[in-house]
């Protein structure tokens, strides 16, 4: 089996971090909302919020909210927040509404925003009691998904924790995969693991409530996603044990997270390379394509999604760039300790923001290609700068061997656009 090399002057685990708190240009969980609807086919996001929430909702889904969507927004309304209704009374109508007008939906999230938060509804107890109006046919959870509580993709981690207190009990030994995949990806990632005759896997988030995920002393799990702090908690307290590895970007990073899980379940060498080495070498050859304009660029990343830390293992180490500042949202020592290990030394790893001082940290190094939220990208290719939209990197299809050449691709498109229309304008 083949196992990374770790970089010769070292890795970036024990690398002084800057710690920056401070203004803030990034989402709040709400967003995560976008893509988790998508994959749990029978649930539905009731977000408790204001107008300034469904406008977040609207403008982040695009197209979407024309295809009637599972989810959306119970407006407080200004008698809501004087206190004069009873909320409890209004969002328990407002749900028994949804549902007769939806019986497809199994799984009703309750979605705390700011405005709930700050007048403190009590929607975990508006869960519990709206679980005995509508079980069985429907389960009813809540987690927040405020700006003050959660970062972006902080929301998924936010939905999953809030599911694992009711998993069903189990003491199989069953591998827990964890992280909302877009479902052709998930495919190829149980096919790889099946091939390797490993196929006792449950899913989290799984595509329908009817799937029986569940949880004990005997589950292992693994992350396919580094934002998922909480429910990596919540999982070590029902008894289940991680296996940590890097996370599955690119070649080097898919075939260290699938060695992690094979050497747990005992899978011998000779058929972990017989499964893995077509689809390696076909990983290989697209990335090599792709990251013919990347090598021997710097990249500068904003903290926004916390993909940062193993997207810039992959692209220094497969790609041949150089990371000048890897910020992150948070860093969690168990889930990306294993990118960090990897990552050359070099880069200023970076928590939380200031983002007046990362604007002079940037406008200083002057990075071949700054990786940044939609708020921050148009002024600064306004500066000259070359910019590459994190949301993106959520919302594409990025993970595993066939993505790989793809995932490349994002960050080697922004540079070949801005090399061809210097081109143009020379002409
Ligand atoms: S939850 Fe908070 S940060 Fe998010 S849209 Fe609503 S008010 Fe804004």
């Known amino acids: 089996m083949n196992v990374p090399v770790p970089p010769p002057g070292g890795g970036c ?19 995560g909302i976008i893509w988790l609807h998508r994959k749990m086919q029978d649930a539905f996001f009731l977000v408790v919020g204001s107008r300034t929430c469904a406008h977040l909702l609207q403008s982040a889904a695009g197209v979407m909210i024309f295809a009637e969507p599972r989810f ?11 206190g004069m209704k009873d909320a409890h009374t209004e969002l328990d109508r407002e749900v028994a509404r949804l549902l007769e007008r939806r019986p497809d939906i199994r799984q009703l999230f309750l979605v705390g925003s700011c405005p709930s938060e700050v007048i403190k509804i009590d929607l975990a107890r508006a869960a519990e009691r709206l679980s005995q109006i509508h079980a069985p046919h429907v389960r ?7 700006g003050i509580e959660t970062t972006f993709t902080e929301g998924e981690d936010a939905c999953l924790a809030s599911m694992v207190p009711v998993l069903k009990d189990t003491v199989a030994r069953e591998l827990l995969l964890v992280g909302a995949l877009p479902d052709v990806v998930e495919d190829q990632m149980l096919a790889l693991l099946g091939q390797m005759g490993i196929d006792n896997i449950r899913l989290l988030p799984a595509r329908r409530i009817d799937d029986t995920t569940a949880v004990g002393p005997n589950t292992v799990f693994a992350l396919t996603q580094p934002f998922m702090g909480d429910t990596h908690a919540a999982l070590i307290r029902r008894g ?70 193993p997207l810039a293992r992959f692209l220094t180490r497969e790609c041949g760039m150089t990371a000048i500042e890897v910020g992150s949202p948070y860093i969690h020592d168990a889930i990306h300790g294993p990118d960090l290990d990897l990552l050359p030394a070099g880069p200023q790893i970076s928590e939380g923001q200031d983002v007046d001082l990362q604007l002079d940290r940037v406008r200083a190094a002057r990075p071949d290609l700054t990786v940044c939220g939609l708020g921050l990208a148009n002024p600064l290719e ?46």
């Open 140 to 146: 009813v959870l809540n987690y927040s998904g405020s």
């Open 72 to 82: 959306g927004t119970a407006i407080l309304e200004e008698q809501d927040l004087a």
């Open 240 to 309: 289940a044990r991680h296996i940590a590895a890097p996370m599955p970007f690119g070649d080097e990073g898919t075939t260290a997270w699938l060695r992690a899980i094979a050497l747990e379940f005992g899978v011998p060498d000779a058929t972990f390379d017989a499964v893995t080495a077509a689809p390696r070498a076909r990983a290989r050859r697209a990335i090599a394509q792709a990251a013919e304009h990347l090598r021997g660029k710097s990249i500068f990343f904003f903290p926004d999604s916390q993909l940062e830390i």
């Open 382 to 427: 306004a500066e000259g700068l070359t910019t590459k939209w994190a949301i993106e990197l959520v919302f594409t299809p990025v993970h595993f061997y066939e993505q790989a050449g793809d995932l490349a691709g994002l960050f080697s498109r922004p540079i070949r656009r801005k090399a061809a229309l210097r081109l143009e304008a020379a002409q």
């Open 13 to 31: 685990r024990t690398a002084p971090v800057l710690k920056q708190r401070g203004q803030r240009e990034v989402f709040c969980g709400l967003t």
